[in-house]
């Protein structure tokens, strides 16, 4: 079967720092690039970041961007996000999510995992 | 305030059709055929529905079709059952410093 699982969520105090964690397992990870989405308490989903197959194109939301790093590993079929001067309103749970396409993107994601909550505050 | 304008909410009886649009601009729906319908139950992660624009995964009720004209996507649920009722997203690529861009979701209630 194929899986995302995260992990790495928590409380945080805001300035902080957190790393997610995304395992991958039942498909090639490889082969598809991956992306970060949030979606804050009650609140609608929000695009985060997307990492190509081979790690060699990261693009950001603008929210996130100068304070996220969006990473993989291909030989621990992992993908991470690496969040740092976290805020208030960074509050959310984080699905990791495998764009369906296959090597390059075209934008919908057809495997989300089940995310992992993440509280920023005092 | 969304990249993508929805409806907050839509209802039918079982067996109604309805339909959900979203609302973009020429620099996302308008632009690319990168439209995806992503449906959400309660503390769930969102599934996939529709992607671009009008493609179903495998495994999606043949009930469920996208379409879209000009800079508005549409959702469209056929045959409505009280499995239906969930929060419904649309999604985009779009050609700012964005890249994607969701709508702010619909929630589906099944009368």
């Known amino acids: 079967q194929v899986h995302l699982v995260e992990s790495g969520g928590g409380v945080v105090q805001p300035g902080r720092s957190l790393r997610l964690s995304c395992a991958a397992s039942?498909?090639?990870?490889?082969?598809?690039?991956m992306q970060w989405v949030r979606q804050a308490p009650g609140k609608g989903l929000e695009w985060v970041a997307v990492?190509?197959?081979?790690?060699?194109?990261?693009y950001y939301a603008d929210s996130v961007k100068g304070r996220f790093t969006i990473s993989r590993d291909n030989s621990k079929n992992t993908l991470y996000l690496q969040m740092d001067s976290l805020r208030a309103d960074d509050t959310a749970v984080y699905y990791c999510?495998?764009?369906?396409?296959?090597?390059?993107?075209?934008?919908?994601?057809?495997?989300w995992g089940r995310g992992t909550l993440v509280t920023v505050s005092s | 305030q969304s990249a993508l304008t929805q409806p907050a909410s839509v209802s039918g009886s079982p067996g109604q059709s309805i339909t959900i649009s979203c609302t973009g601009t020429?620099?996302?729906?308008?632009?690319?055929?990168?439209v995806s319908w992503y449906q959400q139950d309660p503390g769930k992660a969102p599934k996939l529905m529709i992607y671009?624009?009008?493609n179903r995964p495998s495994g999606v009720s043949n009930r469920f079709s996208g379409s879209k004209s000009g800079n508005t996507a549409s959702l469209t649920i056929s045959g409505l059952q009280g499995e239906d009722e969930a929060d419904y997203y649309c999604?985009?690529?779009?050609?700012?410093?964005?890249?994607?861009?969701f709508g702010g979701g619909t929630k589906l209630t099944v009368l």
């Open positions: 999510a495998r764009d369906g396409y296959g090597y390059g993107c075209h934008w919908y994601l057809d495997l």
């Open positions: 039942g498909f090639s990870f490889g082969t598809y690039s």
């Open positions: 990492i190509w197959y081979d790690g060699g194109v990261k």
């Open positions: 020429s620099s996302d729906i308008g632009a690319y055929d990168y």
């Open positions: 671009d624009v009008t």
């Open positions: 999604s985009s690529f779009t050609t700012t410093n964005t890249y994607v861009v």
